[in-house]
């Protein structure tokens, strides 16, 4: 059977604004990944700064994820830059290398939410050590005090387990008192002599823990998130890879 020629210039016309739907898609897509791109960096720095005052950070040497998420960050972001160029030059080569270099990331960002996923099980032995040592140091270094401080104001605790830990540290085993920053209500004698009355009874140890459990699903969810996003960016570089290597063999 002979095909019309309309009917040829009818599938050329479908594939070509299929291509133009695909093309569309693929500069969609990277831009959600520049979104994501930002995202990742905003998180970053803010848990750059936020796990400071965490304990755990002073025996795991936690700083390094949140760092590793600003260049995950910086990473996507330019990568997504890189999709454009060659979705809109339709060149064959860049858009490879973008989904090549995509795909990479995109198992990095995996592997990074199981490791999270698998690290939260230590959390609670970290946490507790690392509360004991700012415990250790609060009077001798001020960075730690300080910390210390923070997180029994926030979370309304003192301590580790209760409020009694401190009665085994100098100098407040033997002035018989507590870190101001225990006192349910801050007035010149609440720490002294303390009693559940005056200050907070509660250690810091399950709520800090929780917090930080809470922080590393809420990073391999957005993680995992973004990787769903990325798997169709792939797919549709895939299709627009093909589309423009069949046009250049038609050529």
Not at 20 to 36: E, M
Not at 47 to 66: F, I, N, Y
Not at 161 to 167: I, P, Q, V
Not at 231 to 245: D, K, S, Y
Request: with cysteine; net charge positive.
């Amino acid at each position: 059977m002979i095909r019309s020629p309309r009917g040829a210039d009818g599938r050329a016309m479908a594939l070509e604004g299929g291509m133009k739907c695909v093309k569309f898609l693929v500069f969609f897509f990277n831009f959600i990944f520049w979104v994501c791109g930002v995202a990742l960096i905003a998180i970053g720095v803010y848990a750059l700064g936020a796990v400071g005052k965490v304990p755990v950070a002073l025996v795991a040497g936690s700083g390094g994820s949140p760092a590793a998420i600003v260049v995950l960050g910086v990473i996507i972001f330019f990568i997504s830059f890189f999709g454009c160029c060659g979705a809109w030059k339709e060149s064959y080569c860049m858009v490879t290398t973008f989904a090549v270099l995509l795909s990479l990331i995109c198992l990095v960002e995996i592997a990074a939410a199981i490791a999270g996923y698998v690290f939260k099980d230590k959390v609670h032995g970290l946490v507790e050590k690392g509360m004991s040592e700012l415990m250790r140091g609060y009077d001798k270094d001020p960075v730690l005090a300080t910390a210390m401080d923070g997180f029994q104001r926030e979370f309304s605790c003192c301590g580790v387990n209760n409020y009694t830990d401190w009665a085994s540290l100098e100098p407040f085993k033997t002035n018989d008192t507590v870190p101001r920053s225990c006192c349910r209500t801050d007035t010149p004698t609440c720490n002294v002599r303390p009693t559940p009355a005056t200050v907070f009874v509660k250690g810091c140890l399950p709520s800090v823990e929780a917090w930080v459990k809470n922080s590393i699903v809420l990073l391999a969810a957005v993680a995992l998130g973004i990787a769903f996003f990325e798997v169709l960016g792939i797919v549709f570089a895939c299709c627009l890879m093909r589309g423009i290597r069949s046009g250049y063999e038609v050529m």
